[in-house]
C-alpha cells in the first residue's frame, strides 16, 4: 500500500494561490463590504461599540451563522472523523454532543447576559465589578489561555492539511493563513467576521454535502450504507475495536466512546465559557433574538461533526480494505488526515481540491472569530482597563486593530513551536479540557448567581486550573511510568485532567460561596455601560472603575435600550426547558439505548441514520444561507437601492442593516 508520506497530490503553487491569494480575495470582500456598511448604515467600524460588539444588534440569522462558523474549526472536521476512525459511529456522535451542548446552554446563559450585563463587552468586565482587580485578572487569564490553545488547533488542522495536500512548507503555511484573516477582521470588526461566517460556511456545508453525496449515493468503492457496512465489517475482522462490541465500527456499545463521551463534553463547556468570540457573540445580538440563535446555532452546528464523522472517518476506515489507499500511521491519524485521505481517494485530485478548500474556509472563519475575540480582551481589559482608562472610542479601536495583527502572529508562533515539538491537532484537543474546564462554573455562575463571591470565583477558576494539571501530570506518570507528549495524551490520563478541572471548579467556586454567600447587586453589572455615540468615535468611553449608567440619548441605541425584563426571564425558562429537552435526547434517550444493548446496527437502521444526516445538514444549510436574507430583506434592498441612486436617495440612513 502507499504511504501518505509519498509526494502530494497538488502541486505547491495550489496551497500558496489558496493560503495567500484565496485568502486576500476574502479580505478585499469584506473589506468592500465594510465600506459599503460604512457608507449607507449608521454603523462606522470606526466606533469602538460596532468594532467590538457590532452595535449590539445583531438578528438571528447572522449570530446563527457566526455560532456555526466560529465553532466549525478545523478540529471540528478533522477530529471528529478521526473519532470515528478510531472507535467507531459513536465517536463523531459524542463528538457532535460535546459541543452541541455546550452551546444550547448558552441559550440559557445568554439571556441572563442580556439581563444581568447588557452593556458589557466582555465577561471579564463583568468580572471586575462582581470581584475587583483578583477576579478580572484571574478570568482574563482564563480567556487568554483558552484563545491561545484554540488559535493553535485552528492552525495546526489547517496547516497539515495544507502541507500534507500541497507540499507547501508547514511554518509557512501557519504563519501566512492568518495574513488575509487580519486585514478585513482589523477592517470590518465584528460586523465584518459575521458577514464572513456567513460566506465561509455557505461554501463550507456545500462542499461537505458534496461528500456525503459522494459517499453514499455516487461512489464505485462505496456509494451507499450498506456497501459502507459491508466494508467495515471486513475491517472489523482484521483490526477490530478494542472495547467495542464485537469489535464493530457500527455500535454504540463502546468503552473508549463512552470515555470520550465524557471529554468531549468537559472540553465543549471549558472551550464555551472561557472564550470570548460565544460571549461576543450572545453581547453583539439583538437582546430579543440571542437566546434563540444561540439554540439554533447549536442544532444547526451539530450536523457538521456528525457528518464528518459519519462520511469521511468511517469512509476512511473502510478503504483500508482498498490495496491502494495509503497506510495511516498513528501520527496520520492524530494530525487528522483520516478525513483528507478519504476525500482525495475517492475523488481524486478534485477531491484534494475541495478538502483543502474546506479546511482553509474553517480556518479563516474561525480564526478570524479568535481575533476579533482575543483583540476584545486586550484593547478592553489589559490597555483601557490598565493603561487608558480614558481613551476614546477612536484609541480603542486603533489598539484592536493592533491587537489583531499582533495576535495573527502570536497564534502563528505557537503552533510552529507546537508542531516542532510534536504536538498535534489530537494532543491538543485532550489538553484543552484540562487548561480550560475550571473556568467553567466560576464564569457561568458570574451571571446567574448573586452568592458567588470573590474567593469562590479567584479559587475555582485559577484553583481549579492548577489542580487539573497537578492531577494530569500526575497521572501520566502514573499510568505512563514517564510525563512524556505521548502518556500526557493517553485517554485515561486525560480523561483524570478534564474531570479533575472541571469538578474543582465547582467544588471551590460552589463551596466558598455557600460559606460567605456574596449577595451580589445585578444593578452593578446592568450599570456598566460603554458610553458613545453612535457614529461619534472621539466621544470618551467610561473606564470600568466607575461603572454608571448610559446615556439617554437615542444615537446610543441598543446600549440606552429599556430591556424587556420580564420577556427576557420567560426566554431563559423557555429555552431552559427546551435545552434541557435537547440534552435529553442527545446524551440519554438515543445513545443509552443503543449503548447498552448488545446491537451492530442493521443496513437499514443505518440508512435511517444516514438520512438524518443529510436533513439534519441541509436544515443547518437554510439557517445559514436563508434566514440572514429573509430577516435583512428590506435593509438589503434599501442599500442595493441607495448604491444605484434609486427610490430612496443617497442621504437616507438605514436603520435596520445587518
Avoid at 169 to 185: C, D, E, H, S, W
Avoid at 269 to 294: E, H, K
Avoid at 375 to 390: E, I
Avoid at 581 to 593: E, G, Q, S
Wanted: glycine share 8%; proline share 4%.
Amino acid at each position: 500500500m502507499p504511504s501518505v508520506s509519498s509526494s502530494p497530490p497538488l502541486p505547491q503553487a495550489v496551497g500558496y494561490a489558496v493560503v495567500l491569494g484565496l485568502g486576500f480575495f476574502f479580505a478585499l470582500a469584506m473589506n468592500l463590504t465594510t465600506w459599503i456598511q460604512a457608507r449607507f448604515s449608521q454603523y462606522s467600524p470606526n466606533s469602538a461599540s460596532e468594532f467590538s460588539a457590532a452595535s449590539r444588534s445583531l438578528k438571528t440569522g447572522l449570530v446563527v451563522a457566526g455560532i456555526i462558523s466560529a465553532w466549525t474549526w478545523s478540529l471540528t472536521l478533522l477530529q471528529s472523523a478521526t473519532q470515528s476512525y478510531d472507535m467507531g459511529i459513536s465517536g463523531g456522535w459524542w463528538y457532535a454532543v460535546g459541543g452541541c451542548l455546550q452551546i444550547g446552554i448558552f441559550s440559557t446563559i445568554a439571556s441572563k447576559v442580556k439581563m444581568n450585563a447588557n452593556r458589557a463587552t466582555t465577561f471579564p468586565e463583568v468580572a471586575y465589578v462582581r470581584f475587583g482587580t483578583a477576579g478580572h485578572l484571574s478570568f482574563l487569564w482564563c480567556g487568554l489561555v483558552c484563545n491561545a490553545i484554540v488559535s493553535s488547533c485552528i492552525l495546526l488542522g489547517g496547516g497539515a492539511v495544507v502541507s500534507s495536500l500541497t507540499g507547501m512548507n508547514v511554518y509557512a503555511a501557519l504563519f501566512l493563513m492568518p495574513v488575509g484573516v487580519a486585514v478585513y477582521v482589523a477592517a470590518g470588526g465584528l460586523r465584518a467576521t459575521f458577514i464572513s461566517d456567513a460566506t465561509h460556511t455557505l461554501f463550507l456545508l456545500g462542499i461537505l454535502l458534496c461528500f456525503c453525496f459522494e459517499v453514499f449515493c455516487v461512489s464505485d468503492v462505496i456509494g451507499s450504507p450498506r456497501k459502507l457496512l459491508e466494508l467495515l465489517e471486513t475491517v472489523a475482522e482484521t483490526a477490530p475495536v478494542d472495547g467495542n462490541y464485537h469489535g464493530s465500527y457500527m455500535t454504540f456499545r463502546s468503552r473508549p466512546g463512552a470515555i470520550f463521551a465524557v471529554q468531549a463534553i468537559i472540553t465543549g463547556f471549558g472551550l464555551v465559557m472561557c472564550d470570548q468570540g460565544y460571549w461576543s457573540r450572545a453581547i453583539a445580538s439583538n437582546p430579543s433574538s440571542t437566546a434563540r440563535a444561540y439554540f439554533l446555532g447549536g442544532l444547526a452546528w451539530f450536523s457538521i461533526p456528525f457528518a464528518c464523522g459519519t462520511a469521511l472517518g468511517l469512509s476512511a476506515r473502510a478503504l483500508s480494505t482498498q490495496p491502494d489507499f495509503p497506510v495511516l500511521t498513528s501520527a496520520d491519524v492524530s494530525a487528522g488526515l483520516a478525513a483528507v485521505e478519504a476525500v482525495s481517494y475517492l475523488l481524486g485530485t478534485a477531491g484534494s481540491v475541495l478538502i483543502l478548500l474546506l479546511i482553509f474556509l474553517s480556518v479563516t472563519s474561525a480564526l478570524s472569530a479568535e481575533m476579533i475575540a482575543t483583540s476584545t480582551l486586550l484593547s478592553y481589559d489589559v490597555y483601557r482597563h490598565y493603561f487608558r482608562p480614558d481613551a476614546t472610542s477612536q484609541e480603542i479601536v486603533t489598539a484592536s486593530r493592533v491587537f489583531i495583527v499582533f495576535w495573527g502572529i502570536f497564534a502563528g508562533a505557537l503552533a510552529s513551536i507546537f508542531n516542532a515539538v510534536g504536538i498535534t491537532l489530537g494532543w491538543l484537543f485532550y489538553f484543552l479540557g484540562v487548561s480550560t474546564a475550571s473556568g467553567v462554573f466560576p464564569i457561568a455562575l458570574t451571571f446567574l448567581w448573586k452568592d458567588l463571591n470573590r474567593a469562590g470565583a479567584v479559587a475555582g477558576s485559577i484553583g481549579g486550573m492548577l489542580i487539573a494539571l497537578v492531577v494530569w501530570l500526575a497521572t501520566a506518570r502514573g499510568i505512563g511510568g514517564e510525563i512524556t507528549v505521548e502518556t500526557l495524551s493517553n485517554q485515561w490520563v486525560s480523561f483524570a485532567g478534564n474531570a479533575a478541572a472541571i469538578i474543582s471548579g465547582g467544588i471551590l467556586s460552589i463551596s466558598l460561596s455557600l460559606w460567605r454567600p456574596a449577595n451580589f447587586d445585578w444593578e452593578k453589572t446592568r450599570n456598566i455601560a460603554v458610553e458613545e455615540i453612535a457614529g461619534d468615535p472621539e466621544k470618551t468611553i467610561a473606564s470600568l472603575p466607575t461603572p454608571h449608567l448610559a446615556s439617554s440619548d437615542p444615537a446610543i441605541g441598543m446600549l440606552s435600550e429599556d430591556l424587556d425584563m420580564n420577556a427576557l426571564q420567560q426566554s431563559f425558562k423557555r429555552y431552559t426547558l427546551i435545552f434541557s429537552f435537547l440534552a435529553l435526547v442527545i446524551t440519554i434517550i438515543i445513545p443509552v439505548p443503543l449503548g447498552s444493548a448488545p446491537y451492530v446496527f442493521s443496513p437499514r437502521f443505518f440508512t435511517g441514520v444516514v438520512a438524518v444526516m443529510f436533513i439534519w445538514v441541509l436544515f443547518a444549510t437554510f439557517l445559514v444561507v436563508a434566514l440572514p436574507i429573509i430577516e435583512s430583506r428590506h435593509a438589503l434592498s434599501r442599500i442595493f437601492f441607495q448604491i444605484v441612486g434609486r427610490g430612496y436617495g443617497n442621504n437616507r440612513i438605514i436603520q435596520e442593516t445587518e
